[in-house]
């Protein structure tokens, strides 16, 4: 009985329950009742026991829903954060490889003139390797080097840039601007030196050439005009003058307005050319004519030194594309220097000859000769083998130069055999860009040459 009312208490939390009189219950009622109080406490406590598995079933699950997100999460921040490290890594090999193919060179140096990096042209300008970066004091024997730190104390000071010219060991000029690297988020502290060099060679050499040829067409300007000026003079006391010098100052003055004269027309020339090298019409050229027409136009000056002129042509003759002006310099100058400088009576020949791929025209005369260390100099504009011979023939040392320029122009190129004493030949090579076409000619002979005896005759 006092188990009976135990579970009443437990079953309904009630104390003090009032339970039946056991008198009328027998002990086997007692028993079953016992039993069925029993059961219906297991049940009880059966759902109590799974309505607390239920509410931390239901906390799991909330938990793993919680961790499913947080994990959802992490995988987004770790796809984000290797997007980041995938661009970064994208811009440091972008920069890198800019850092690499620059053609200035870099050098960033710490203060205490350490260097941090360099590029490739760094290195070759300045001859300078990885093993600085372990042995420093190998940089005091290198006179790139040597010159960057003595303005080094100067920059670090100042915090202003500097800049100044070297010549490094393998005779480059190059420019090197050495400047302060200052940090913009510590109140401009001192972060190291950059040092930016650039190769200034070629623009050094086409500085030099513009100076020489400025003082080189000077003088060619000042020669003529001083004669022209003391002629002038002697013409005032024409009253006084026998006819003789009278006639000699007059013919004077005619020769030295004549070499302005050229030289203005030359120089025009070389400013056409080199206005017009971007933009060149091609047209056909009767080149068979236009040497004809050249060597017409020197006619009074080789029969004046009673030189002998032959032709020699291929047929059939090809018709060449380009400018037929700069065609007809070009020809006429090799030929007007074939004929100053062959002496009187001596021969000159004119051969031209093709293929399916070039046109060949060469000079030849029987002349002075140059000497093989000339001869690629004579190409550049107002170089003389012999200064004092080319004045007395008049030459302004331009000629050969526009030759070359015109002939790059037709994507050719002129050259020179010559020995000294033996006379020289200069053969204008062209490429044919059109088919070959035959000149109509019914005096050719069968051999496919003609020759034409241009000699002053008797």
Known sequence: MNNIRALFHVIFNVQGAT??????????????????????????????????????????RSTSNNMSQLQKKNQELACQLEEINQSHSNQINYISSLFTAMDSGVILFEVDKSIILFNESARKLAHINSRCFFYPEDLRNNIIMISIFKKFDDVLGNRKCFTMKLRNQDDRDIEVSILPVLSKYRDGSLLGVLVIMKDIT???????????????????FRTPLTLISGF????????????????????????????????????????????????????PIDAAKLIEDGM??????????????????DLPFPILYGNDSWFFHAFKNIFENAIKYTPDGGCITVKAEA??????????????????????????????VEKARSSKTGGSGIGLAIVKDIMSLFDGYVEVKSKVGSGSTFILVFPLRGELQSKENTNAQASGQVEIDFSQKE
Request: charged fraction near 30%.
């Open 296 to 313: 017409e136009s020197l006619r009074s000056f080789y029969e004046a030194k009673h030189q002998i002129i032959k032709k020699s042509i």
């Open 19 to 60: 339970l039946p009189s056991t008198g009328i219950f027998s002990s086997r009622s007692l028993l079953f009742i016992n039993f069925i109080l029993m059961i219906f406490l297991i049940v009880i406590v059966s759902r109590k026991i799974f309505s607390i598995m239920r509410d931390e079933r239901n906390e799991d």
């Open 355 to 384: 293929n399916d791929m070039l046109l060949r025209v060469s000079v030849s005369d029987t002349g002075i000769g140059i000497p093989d260390e000339e001869q690629e100099k004579i190409f550049e504009r107002f170089y003389r």
């Open 202 to 220: 070629e623009q050094e050499k086409i500085e030099r050439i513009r100076k020489e040829f400025i003082s080189n067409v000077s003088h060619e």
């Open 232 to 283: 002038i003079e002697t013409l005032k006391m024409w009253e006084n003058l026998p006819a003789k010098d009278r006639y000699r100052s007059l013919e004077i003055l005619e020769i030295e307005t004549g070499r302005l004269s050229k030289l203005i027309s030359e120089l025009l020339l070389i400013s056409e050319i080199e206005h017009k090298i971007d933009n060149i019409s091609l047209v």
